[in-house]
Nanobody
Framework: QVQLVESGGGLVQPGGSLRLSCAAS????????MAWYRQVPGKQRELVAA???????NYVDSVKGRFTISRDNAKNTVYLQMNSLIPEDTAVYYC????????????WGQGTQVTVSS
C-alpha cells in the first residue's frame, strides 16, 4: 500500500501562484509515476500533470507553460507549482500514484481545494 498526503491548496487571486505538495509513504517501490488530477463538480476528473520515477513529465494543454510538476526523491514528495492561475483552475486537486503491477493510478490522496477568485 501507498499513502498520499496533499497540502498547499487555498484561495488565490487570478494571476497568483500556489504550490501543492504530495508526500508518499509506504511501499514506494511499487509505484513508477505520480500525478496531479483535478475535478470540479459535475465534471470528470482530469489529469493535470504527471511525472515518472525517471523524471519524464507531461501536462494537459490548458496548463502548459503555467504549471510545473517536480519531485524530490529523497523526500518521496511531488510538487505542483501553479503560476498565472485563472478562475478555470478552480477545482479539488488530487495526488495519485501509478502502481507498477497494474499500470493504473490506484493510489489517491484525499484532495485539496484550490480556488482562484478575486
Amino acid at each position: 500500500q501507498v499513502q498520499l498526503v496533499e497540502s498547499g491548496g487555498g484561495l488565490v487571486q487570478p494571476g497568483g501562484s500556489l504550490r501543492l505538495s504530495c508526500a508518499a509513504s509506504g511501499r514506494i517501490e511499487s509505484i513508477n509515476a505520480m500525478a496531479w488530477y483535478r475535478q470540479v463538480p459535475g465534471k470528470q476528473r482530469e489529469l493535470v500533470a504527471a511525472i515518472t520515477m525517471g523524471g519524464s513529465t507531461n501536462y494537459v494543454d490548458s496548463v502548459k507553460g503555467r504549471f510545473t510538476i517536480s519531485r524530490d526523491n529523497a523526500k518521496n514528495t511531488v510538487y505542483l507549482q501553479m503560476n498565472s492561475l485563472i478562475p478555470e483552475d478552480t477545482a479539488v486537486y488530487y495526488c495519485a500514484a501509478r502502481r507498477v503491477m497494474t499500470g493504473l493510478y490506484d493510489y489517491w490522496g484525499q484532495g485539496t481545494q484550490v480556488t482562484v477568485s478575486s
